[in-house]
């Protein structure tokens, strides 16, 4: 039903910029948790909107991370999908570098020193929602990923409440 709802806004807000859809331009199968639709003036410029999930609702009472909302990503105009998550997560900022494989199977964040000074990483709750919202998001909008890698400083560290290592998909519960 959310997913009905936010497709009538769109095509009502599209409808109100003064955008045009084909009648050949029919909506795309829904791929892992993103939505894709295809809008065009003409079907030889095509652009794919998709809607991507962000895992941004935290629990006031424990540390538990569940889905918040959906934004539109469309590649041309918000460019990397990994840059994309992290500036609306609103952890951009902490992340040094980032890389991607080719095959989309392996993303690796490596993380500024001065985020151990904030709270996002400082005790168990902190460190549990960051380390969830991250994985959960990424994980539910990249369905080719396999590794999820968190560095700190290019390498891998322990700290008391957060471990700079290698995640896999398993040990992020989607909801």
């Not at 889905?67 to 840059?83: A, I, N």
């Not at 549990?128 to 539910?140: L, P, S, V, Y």
């Amino acid at each position: 039903m959310k997913k009905i709802t936010t497709i009538l806004a769109m095509t009502l807000l599209l409808a109100a910029c003064g955008d045009k859809q084909t009648e050949d331009a029919a909506p795309q199968p829904l791929k892992s948790t993103t939505e894709t639709q295809s809008k065009s003036a003409t079907s030889k410029n095509v652009v794919q909107e998709e809607s991507v999930v962000l895992y941004n609702h935290f629990s006031d009472t424990d540390d538990h991370v569940s889905k918040g909302e959906s934004v539109p990503y469309v590649y041309k105009r918000d460019g990397s999908l990994t840059q994309f998550l992290l500036k609306n997560l609103e952890y951009n900022q902490y992340v040094k570098a980032y890389s991607v494989s080719k095959n989309e199977k392996v993303v690796m964040l490596n993380f500024k020193a001065s985020v151990m000074k904030t709270s996002l990483f400082q005790g168990s709750t902190g460190a549990t929602q960051t380390r969830e919202a991250i994985g959960k998001t990424f994980f539910a909008n990249m369905p080719k990923l396999k590794t999820l890698k968190f560095r700190l400083n290019g390498k891998q560290e322990e700290w008391d409440h957060m471990n700079f290592t290698d995640y896999s998909r398993k040990d992020f519960k989607l909801n």
